[in-house]
């Protein structure tokens, strides 16, 4: 049986994976002629990531289901001791690509390569992320968490409502913010 909980955090890491593979296809691709639509685009992908990830997905999967997997598979507790120091720190990890971005914008091409840098070591640091929390966690808590588990986790992780997923109720604030990427991203990214 697939829980709601699990279900929402694949769909949550499924967008969140296409947003960073997004972001890295437009780092290769450059600013082009379009500079300002592009760091309009990249600057709303990276707040996209600090305004839902970051405060409401991690806090779900650091409070509700890392200790439970952790009590219960002791063989995990070094892994999720990293995972969750990683949520700790991601906050202030977008907000410096944030800032190196806007430095990149305001001070010029001087300041490009700080940006990518840091862009390409954050991707890789989440892409990773997402994959243990996939293959090793998850796994782990569908073999061993009781049903009273899954009924907490299903109702905490069902407030969360992503809603780039596009499996809930349209919110107008996001929706401007998801087609602000869409229209502001060059193709084959967004329509550009």
């Not at 694949?10 to 960073?20: F, I, Q, S």
């Not at 190196?100 to 840098?117: D, I, K, N, T, V």
Request: charged residues 25%.
């Amino acid at each position: 049986m697939l829980h709601q909980s699990i279900q929402i955090i694949r769909d949550e890491h499924a967008v969140l994976a296409a947003l960073l593979r997004s972001l890295e296809m437009m780092l290769e691709r450059g600013a082009g002629n379009e500079p300002e639509n592009y760091f309009d685009a990249l600057r709303a992908m990276l707040f996209y990531i600090d305004e839902f990830p970051e405060r409401q997905h991690h806090p779900k999967e650091s409070e509700l289901l890392f200790p439970r997997v952790a009590r219960l598979v002791p063989e995990t507790q070094a892994l999720i001791a990293r995972l969750d120091q990683e949520h700790a720190s991601g906050e202030a990890a977008v907000r410096e690509l944030q800032h190196l971005l806007l430095a990149w914008q305001l001070l010029g091409e001087s300041r490009r390569a700080a940006f990518a840098a840091a862009a390409k070591r954050y991707l890789a640091f989440y892409l990773e992320h997402l994959r243990l929390e996939e293959t090793v966690i998850l796994p782990a808590a569908l073999k061993v968490l009781s049903a009273a588990d899954w009924q907490e986790l299903d109702a905490a992780f069902a407030t969360n409502c992503d809603p780039l997923t596009g499996k809930y109720p349209r919110d107008p604030a996001y929706d401007q913010l998801f087609t602000r990427i869409v229209s502001r991203a060059p193709a084959p990214i967004g329509l550009g």
